[in-house]
């Protein structure tokens, strides 16, 4: 699976779009870019996935660059829940390589 | 949807003691993880099961540590004998065929004093 690099910590006021970036500069043809995010004492939570187009659920909006190196996870109204830390995964989807490699991610702060 | 579960949440035991912890997959998911979440290495993938078969146990620690899957509904982890080091968070997870999202338990606090 492709390295990924996110910041170590960003900030975010409540009521704001908090954009969360990520580099993935090696990834490969087949490889998707998930995000999960871990609150606090919970385990980590899928939040959404993408090969090359825009992707958009009820959670999270997931922007990737065309030439796939780097991507951005976009909260668009920011809670104080969504404090937690946030990954970025790049992976084979399916097959037999169902196995997911965690950095150490982005400590998101929602500030009130 | 019950989700992932495990028990026990949160264990307190002597070293030397042996620790099993359990997981109950989502119904219908083949593929079942265990990890373990330090402050000091993150979370870590311990072994996988796919179809009830362990497919990958590169990650588990040493033979202090073993893992089974008797059923498609049911695994555990054991440490025996339990050490200080072993304390940790430990996540038990599980998808489904298509493999595109899997899904985490709460976890098992495991302190080993």
């Known amino acids: 699976d492709a390295k990924t690099t996110q910041p170590p910590s960003m900030d975010c006021a409540e009521g704001r779009a908090a954009n969360l970036p990520c580099n993935h500069s090696?990834?490969?043809?087949?490889?998707?870019v998930y995000w999960y995010r871990q609150i606090h004492s919970q385990g980590p939570q899928y939040i959404i996935h993408?090969?090359?187009n825009n992707e958009t659920n009820e959670m999270a909006s997931l922007i990737i660059t065309e030439d796939r190196k780097s991507s951005t996870l976009i909260l668009p109204h920011a809670t104080l829940r969504d404090t937690a830390v946030y990954y970025c995964?790049?992976?084979?989807?399916?097959?037999?390589?169902?196995?997911?490699?965690f950095g150490k991610g982005t400590l998101l702060t929602v500030n009130p | 949807d019950a989700g992932v579960i495990q028990s026990p949440r949160h264990e307190v035991t002597e070293m030397g003691q042996e620790v099993t912890l359990r997981c109950k997959p989502i119904s219908g998911h083949n593929s079942l993880f265990w990890y373990r979440q330090t402050m000091m290495r993150g979370l870590e993938l311990l072994i996988y099961?796919?179809?009830?078969?362990?497919?990958?146990d590169s990650g588990m620690p040493e033979d202090r540590f073993s893992a089974k899957m008797p059923n498609a509904s049911f695994s555990t982890l054991k440490i025996q004998p339990s050490e200080p080091r072993d304390s940790a968070v430990y996540f038990c997870?599980?998808?489904?065929?298509?493999?595109?999202?899997?899904?985490f338990g709460e976890g098992s606090w495991l302190t080993v004093v």
């Open positions: 099961f796919n179809n009830n078969v362990p497919i990958d």
């Open positions: 090696t990834i490969s043809g087949n490889e998707y």
């Open positions: 995964i790049a992976k084979n989807s399916g097959g037999s390589n169902y196995k997911l490699t």
């Open positions: 993408g090969l090359k």
């Open positions: 997870a599980s998808t489904g065929t298509a493999g595109n999202t899997i899904y």
